[in-house]
């Protein structure tokens, strides 16, 4: 991928003090990324799956926190978010308050970087982390091994990590992810057609630490 300030702190420090400001004065929490449906498509498998509803789930680079407030409302208890801006987590607690979840934990925290404390999750979600990661100007691929090593500490064995990519097709994430994981399932997500091919626009994919 082409370096961007899409994989850039300082480019999500200004988004989400702009969607911070937003919300203050109008309520409005912003950008859902990948849209509703990527929520319901998580929490519809967490359910097949029957997932307990007391398992930890992380949220990496939670930004607005408004997927582990639809996974509150799912009835999951045990929930944290992390992200790398203090912005994003000041507006998570904004949404958070607004939507009346106190037991949803929140922490600023460098995924790359974790600390002691945040580990032994029995489900890890990335919508577009990794992607963004993916696009930092300063070394992604070293960053890229960062991010499974940080995800083989905080992730238990045998726990699910569900990652949503508009940047990495099926086979690559397996590709990045072929160290300490297995996939379990690739989920259904909509598809697009030019030139007479078809194909997906975002990637969804289950995956079982080994």
Known sequence: FSPSVLGTREHWDAAYERELRTFQDIGDTGEIWFGEESMVRIIRWLEKYKVPLDSSVLDIGTGNGVLLVELAKSGYMNLTGIDYSPSAIQLSEKVREKEGMSNIKLKVEDFLAPSAELS?????????????????????????????????????????????????????????????????????????????????????????RK
């Not at 960062?146 to 726990?159: A, D, I, N, Q």
């Not at 297995?182 to 909509?190: A, D, N």
């Open 120 to 208: 032994g999750f029995d489900i890890c979600i990335d919508k577009g982390t990794f992607d963004a990661i993916s696009l930092d100007p300063s070394d992604a691929a070293g960053k890229r091994k960062l991010y499974v090593g940080s995800l083989c500490r905080v992730l238990k064995p045998e726990g699910f990590f569900l990652i949503t990519s508009c940047n990495w097709t099926k086979e690559e994430l397996l590709n990045e992810f072929r160290e300490g994981f297995e996939i379990l399932e690739e989920l259904p997500t909509p598809k697009f057609c030019f030139g007479g091919r078809i194909g997906n626009s975002v990637t969804a994919l289950v995956f079982q």
